[in-house]
């Protein structure tokens, strides 16, 4: 099945809640057919259901993408289910908030392998996948502030969102060859019913969003904004370039 002849596929990891939910709802009303991925078993119910209204097909995908057999297997049934995908965005990450020289070996591995490894590995599957199928393609990263500028006790986080900024630049020169676009967000603060619990602190709340310029947290809405952006025709000519989403913080 050509991509011609179906609609385009959009595969979204971390997309049980926030912005991943926020960017299978954007792209399921911009015409994708939508796969899931998330980490915990039945974790997407509330984004399928969410997704009902748009009347696409939906593939749901449980696999923990730091393990690559696993991404890759998985990778496989979105393409078996709905014919092939066209846009990857690399979404699940994890946190860890720790001062860095408390940072353990294990901790510096379940992250890297979360927010890096992961997506580096499922990108390079999509990016054969679609050189296979002689088909143009799409991948956004999400990055973060925490990888352009420094904050304490986010070092390893910190690290990773940076060196991700930095893959997003190494894929698209690379594969541009192909015809596959590579770009990136990297947003500060955004307000995801997983961020609720920290950002419920008055004392927490008012510092982080001090920082702000514009005074408050992105949405997930405007993370998907511009993630529907960088897919899209319109971004037709623009690769390996991160889009910051930061109310400014990242200009003083």
């Given amino acids: 099945m050509t991509t011609q002849s179906r609609r385009r ?13 926020a960017t299978a709802l954007r792209l399921a009303a911009e015409g994708y057919d939508i796969a899931l991925a998330a980490l915990t078993q039945g974790s997407l119910q509330e984004t399928e259901s969410l997704l009902q209204e748009f009347g696409v097909s939906t593939q749901s995908l449980y696999f923990d993408i730091g393990k690559i057999d696993e991404a890759e297997k998985a990778f496989g049934t979105a393409v078996k289910a709905l014919g092939g995908v066209d846009l990857l965005v690399n979404n699940a990450a994890v946190p860890l908030l720790r001062a860095a020289i408390d ?72 594969w541009a060859e192909f015809d596959i676009r590579v770009n990136c967000v990297a947003p500060a603060t955004v307000s995801t019913p997983s961020r609720e619990a920290s950002l419920s602190d008055p004392d927490k709340r008012r510092f982080m969003t001090g920082r702000i ?40």
């Fill in 9 to 21: 596929v959009a595969l979204i990891t971390g997309a049980s809640t926030g912005i991943g939910q």
């Fill in 103 to 174: 940072v353990s070996v294990s901790d510096w591995d379940w992250l890297m392998d979360a927010n890096l490894k992961g997506a580096f590995f499922l990108s390079q599957t999509m990016a054969r996948h679609l050189k296979a199928a002689g088909s143009p393609g799409n991948i956004v990263n999400i990055a973060s502030t925490h990888g352009i500028v420094a904050l304490k006790e986010r070092s390893t986080y910190g690290i990773a969102k940076a060196a991700m900024i930095h893959m997003t630049r190494c894929l698209a020169v690379e």
């Fill in 213 to 252: 310029p514009l005074g408050r947290f992105g949405k997930s809405e405007e993370v998907a904004a511009a993630i529907g952006y960088l897919a899209s025709d319109d971004a037709g000519f623009t690769t390996g370039q991160t889009i910051v989403l930061d109310g400014g913080l990242t200009s003083i």
